[in-house]
């Protein structure tokens, strides 16, 4: 089987899906390139075996192309076939350029196609050597059905692809481009079932070889042979050998999950092209033998914790889950340890934090955040120290109201959400807010406020004190036996809450004996502002 490497310059998609079609199944890593820009780039970082190159392209021609690789010092060696329905007179223009070999006249057969990459590159470089030395034709014959869904990536995330796909329970392979390489993604009951990858670079396959688990090294060389996804003779000795139970499929289905945990990131992680969806397409006969079945949040974060790459640890960071909106919520393969990360952020809580409650390695943790960031179910924020806050609101409505009105706002400052003393109570062991808030229409609340203002801790003296209440006309001093800075509306809206923040840490407001609450302002007021 060869593994040389194959450069295809065409504008024509159907013409580069039959190319890659024909020649990954041969053997051959094919990178695409859909322009001549896309092709020059592509060429010094790949160095292919071979560059097939369309004649008629986009705003030049092939042989202004294969000029510009002939001038290159690193690209001058490579040989070039060049692809027309002009034939000889298309030819004819090639003569005087030693990196051209070939000429594959259009329309070709899959056995011409092979043939001629085959023969070109077996010669190549005694041509090459040798030349430096001394009216409307159907481009292609049984084309390719149209996939059923095309597009690039500009306007949306892989994850609402794949969400708006397995919530449909689509069957059929979703292929994305990113840098030359092709992930394709098979899906089947909502679920993923197999990732593999065409045009993957070499040494990238190397680095994941070394990632392996110790209980997979072992099959080193067979992940070599499964990434690609190729029907082809070794893959189906595989078949026949675990049909007849001397290979473990169990230790092969953890193969098959590590290669796609691996795959799925690096998807994730770079830059995408386009996608395209092909319904129907039928599995090799690996993946037909041992379906994945699972969800693309476990995929996420095993990938994340296989990753060889040290963990984000930027201090001062915080995590909070997301408002799910039309996301696939199957959790299918994710551990239940894994599980219990989101189980506990509940309020937004700092990694370490999280390490502590779970009993973890705080490496761990950072792992599995990453994973659930990349399925957009966590979010990181930067806490701003200055201006953090502690909202003490007891009602469940309310609190459920507070946060997502946070959710929404623009996170200019950073704070909790808390419904019981013994929340509260960590909170402010852990640290000392800026600005607390709490319910003043809660009988237990107020009393708890009186107990922790009462005390001789010093730190409780630098908390700006913030009152929720719907009552009106209350001097909040005398009721409840000392200073509050502002009141705000219960509940109140983040936006509301920000704007007393922005009083009190500028400065407007000092200790005063009296409290208003001005409804000419909006749903707060500063105690003792000038209205």
């Not at 190319?19 to 820009?37: C, N």
């Not at 937004?348 to 994973?371: C, M, N, R, S, Y």
């Not at 509940?491 to 009083?503: H, R, V």
Request: charged share 25%; hydrophobic share 40%; glycine share 6%.
């Amino acid at each position: 089987m060869s593994h040389n490497t194959v450069l295809v310059i065409d504008d024509s998609a159907t013409i580069r899906k039959l190319v890659d079609t024909h020649l990954s199944s041969a053997g051959y890593r094919v990178v695409l390139a859909a322009s001549a820009e896309e092709g020059l780039e592509l060429a010094p970082k790949v160095q292919p075996d071979l560059i097939l190159l369309d004649h008629q392209l986009p705003g030049t021609t092939g042989h202004n192309v294969a000029t510009q690789l002939a001038e290159s010092e690193t690209l001058r060696h490579i040989p070039v076939v060049i692809s027309s329905t002009l034939r000889k007179k298309a030819y004819v223009e090639y003569t005087d350029l030693d990196n051209v070999v070939d000429m594959l006249p259009k329309p070709y057969t899959e056995e011409l196609l092979k043939t001629t990459v085959a023969n070109a590159i077996e010669t190549a470089a005694m041509i090459v050597t040798s030349q430096s030395q001394g009216g409307a034709v159907p481009e292609i014959i049984n084309a390719l059905d149209e996939p059923a869904l095309t597009g690039n990536l500009a306007c949306f995330g892989l994850r609402e692809l794949l969400d708006f796909l397995n919530n449909g329970r689509k069957v059929g392979v979703l292929e994305v481009e990113a840098e030359g390489t092709r992930v394709r993604i098979h899906l089947e009951k909502g679920r993923i079932q197999g990732v593999y990858a065409q045009g993957i670079d070499p040494a990238l396959v190397e680095q994941m070889i070394g990632q392996l688990p110790p209980s997979l090294a072992s099959l080193a060389a067979v992940l070599k042979m499964t990434i690609g996804g190729r029907n082809c003779a070794e893959i189906d000795g595989f078949v026949q050998l675990l049909d007849q139970k001397v290979l473990d499929p169990r230790l092969m289905s953890k193969l098959l999950r590590f290669q796609a945990a691996q795959l799925l990131r690096l998807a994730f992680t770079r830059d995408l092209v386009a996608f395209r969806f092909e319904v129907g397409n039928t599995a090799n006969s690996l993946h037909k033998t041992l379906p994945l079945e699972i969800s693309l949040l476990a995929l996420l974060v095993e990938g994340a914790i296989f990753a060889d790459e040290p963990a984000n640890q930027q201090v001062n960071i915080t995590y909070v889950r997301r408002a799910i909106r039309g996301q696939n919520l199957d959790r299918t393969g994710l551990s239940a340890r894994h599980m219990k990360v989101l189980n506990v952020l509940t309020d937004p809580k700092e990694p370490e934090e999280l390490a502590q409650t779970l009993g973890w390695d705080i490496d761990e943790v950072h792992q599995v955040l990453q994973g659930f960031e990349l399925a957009e179910l966590v979010e990181r924020r930067k806490n701003a120290v200055s201006g953090q806050f502690v909202v003490f609101e007891p009602n469940s409505d309310h609190a459920h109201d507070i946060r997502e009105s946070l959710e929404e706002s623009d996170n200019r400052y950073s704070g909790k959400v808390v419904r019981d003393k013994l929340a509260l109570q960590l909170v402010l062991k852990r640290s000392v807010p800026h600005t607390l808030v709490f319910a003043g229409d809660e009988p237990t609340s107020c009393d708890l406020m009186r107990r922790i203002f009462a005390s001789d801790d010093p730190r409780a003296a630098q908390i700006k004190r913030v009152v929720m209440t719907s009552r009106q006309d209350v001097d909040w001093n005398e009721e409840l036996g000392f200073h509050v800075d502002a009141t705000l509306n219960r509940p109140c809206a983040a936006e509301s809450l920000f704007q007393i923040m922005d009083q009190l840490l500028a400065g407007q407001n000092t200790s005063h004996d009296t409290n208003t609450h001005d409804h000419q302002h909006g749903d707060y007021t500063a105690a003792g502002a000038e209205a």
